[in-house]
């Protein structure tokens, strides 16, 4: 058991993650149809998976963490499929965590055959940086909108769509999702205070979503697994 196995419950739950405008964009921009092959990489609480195959989607979860209960363990940067398996990979407010982020964008234009659909927060300054590490440990960072768009090049994805969605988060609940308390909590509170509602009861970030497709003039090298 780890700490993501952990929280497993609460990224269930978690109403910032199984509900918004964002999330209604994301699986828009999937293209989802029956038959249509997704995989959900990093799946988490699994709401976009939730989302696509009650649209009739053929959806496969990838997880790092077997306590979300993915149909199959492994990280974003080394996914377990062949190359051009599916129509659409899609990965939701999860990039930030990730060690590697151009591995994992180069993994996912690799097994898509069409499209890279991507969320997640936008970059907006140290100190959000600095109370996100400190709520959770296993934040690595965010990043600006042009450093997103040099990743999707890198992978060889022309983004043919983007949008920005404001997303409020309780603070109380946010702080809990990860055991955030005491002299630590307040010190979050601190660093947010410049993003946080006028009582600190919350506070608002912003989400970029990015939708990509394949270029076709990209050479993909064929994935040899033993």
């Known amino acids: 058991m780890n700490e993501w196995d952990d929280r497993a419950g609460y990224y269930r739950e978690s109403r910032t993650h199984a509900e918004g405008d ?57 996914l377990s499929f062949e190359d051009t398996s599916f129509d659409v990979c899609v990965c939701r407010i999860a990039a930030h965590h990730f060690d590697d982020p151009a591995a994992a964008m180069g993994e996912m234009a690799r097994v898509s055959r069409r499209l890279v659909v991507v969320e ?25 909108r042009g450093e997103w768009l040099c990743l999707f090049a890198d992978a060889g994805l022309d983004v043919v769509a983007e949008a920005a969605f404001e997303k409020r988060h ?7 999702g990860t055991g955030c308390t005491g002299a630590s909590a307040l010190r979050v509170r601190q660093l947010l205070a410049h993003v946080s509602d006028a009582g600190g009861d919350g506070w608002t970030d912003v989400k970029i979503v990015l939708k990509a497709e394949k270029t076709a003039c990209q050479a993909w090298p064929r994935r040899l697994r033993s």
């Open 22 to 78: 964002d999330l209604d964009q994301v699986v828009v921009w999937c293209e989802p149809a029956c038959g249509v092959t997704a995989l959900d990489v990093a799946t988490g609480g699994g709401h976009v998976a939730r989302r696509l195959r009650a649209l009739g989607c053929r959806v496969t979860t990838c997880d790092a963490a077997a306590g979300m209960e993915p149909d199959v363990v492994c990280p974003a940067e080394d």
């Open 170 to 176: 309780d603070m109380a609940d946010w702080l809990s």
């Open 120 to 144: 997640d927060t936008l970059f907006i300054d140290e100190r959000v940086q600095e109370a996100e590490r400190l709520r959770d440990s296993t934040h690595v960072r965010h990043y600006r």
